[in-house]
């Protein structure tokens, strides 16, 4: 009886010590960070501060996500991944405000829950058995072909004037196509710069830190011909964005641009059923959108920075910088 009793205090003393250092290294770090941004975001508006407690929140972020990639894709562990990692933390996050938005409930309360939940969530992950911290040695090509060094400055200066080209083609006007605006010699440009940039992977003996930078230089060129050739946007797209985040930082939250129709002229029960169809596929739509429209919200009111800029350049810098290097480096991993 003694000892049986003895087991369960001493169970029942394990169960309390495993809630109390989950609740002191997990929850109240992403509480008290969260907490912040709450009162940063809905009371305060100082933007020094936002970007400050921004920083060491996806700091914190970047601590957890890192982890997963370092345990179950074999990552390096690093400062420079751990700054790239950070990028999941953002996703995660523009998900769950997507979420708030998508049921039409963006405040103060609603940042703070999905600020709370995505740190938690990611505190929580398991770590695999073989989480390592190794760090990954750079390599590098061995193969090397006539001219190799010559090459390299030849594509700086193609893509040195494929930017040129792009900049001296900016509009403020409204045209049907980016091509009316565009320089033709863009294109060519491009296609040399790659040409260029395949044979110094294929066959130069260029450093791979030097590769990567021109392959997330050779990417920015590519997505970035529409912010540097528009002063605004291209198409009304970019505007149906901007109109929705001015609404959530306003507190408004989201207003959906629902179809209508003259119930009158309707003839037949099939116009009725495309009508709702096509109201269907908008509620659908903001699914899609919510999380974008979210992180550009939160970014802007507790940074400063514009939502004209956010929308323009966000998306570009991720997929242009962000997502590049996180593939060549699991590149490297898979040692293809």
């Known amino acids: 009886m003694g000892n049986s009793l003895m087991f369960e205090l001493s169970l029942d003393i394990m169960v309390y010590m495993s809630i109390y250092q989950l609740f002191l290294r997990k929850m109240a770090p992403a509480g008290a960070l969260s907490v912040l941004t709450y009162f940063v975001f809905d009371k305060w508006h100082n933007l020094f501060l936002g970007a400050l407690i921004l920083f060491f929140y996806f700091l914190f972020v970047s601590s957890k996500t890192q982890v997963v990639l370092v345990s179950y894709f ?180 989201f207003k959906e641009a629902e179809l209508s129709v003259d119930k009158s002229e309707i003839r037949n029960p099939k116009s009725e059923t495309n009508f709702k169809l096509q109201n269907l596929k908008t509620k659908a739509g903001l699914l899609s959108y919510a999380n974008f429209w979210g992180t550009n919200a939160v970014l802007a009111k507790m940074t400063g920075v514009s939502l004209i800029s956010l929308t323009k350049w966000f998306l570009p810098i991720v997929w242009s910088i962000i997502f590049t290097i996180l593939l060549f480096r699991y590149r490297l991993i898979l040692d293809f």
Do not use: C
């Open 74 to 253: 074999s990552f390096a562990k690093s400062l420079r991944i751990r700054l790239l990692v950070a990028f999941l933390g953002l996703a995660t996050l523009g998900w769950f405000l997507g979420i708030f938005i998508f049921f039409n409930y963006f405040n103060g309360l609603a940042v703070f829950l999905s600020f709370f939940l995505n740190a938690l969530v990611w505190s929580l992950v398991k770590v695999g058995d073989d989480y390592k911290d190794d760090k990954e040695d750079d390599k590098e090509i061995i193969d090397e072909a006539p001219n190799s060094k010559i090459i390299p400055f030849i594509y700086i200066g193609m893509v040195i004037y494929g930017f040129y080209l792009l900049i001296e083609s900016k509009t403020g006007g409204v045209v049907s196509s980016p091509w009316q605006t565009i320089n033709p010699n863009y294109v060519w440009v491009f296609l040399l710069s790659t040409f260029l940039l395949a044979a110094m992977i294929l066959f130069s003996r260029t450093p791979l830190k030097i590769l990567l930078f021109f392959v997330v230089v050779q990417s920015f060129l590519l997505h970035s011909y529409l912010p540097l050739t528009h002063d605004l946007f291209y198409g009304a797209d970019g505007w149906r964005h901007i109109a929705n985040e001015q609404r959530l930082v306003e507190g408004k939250g």
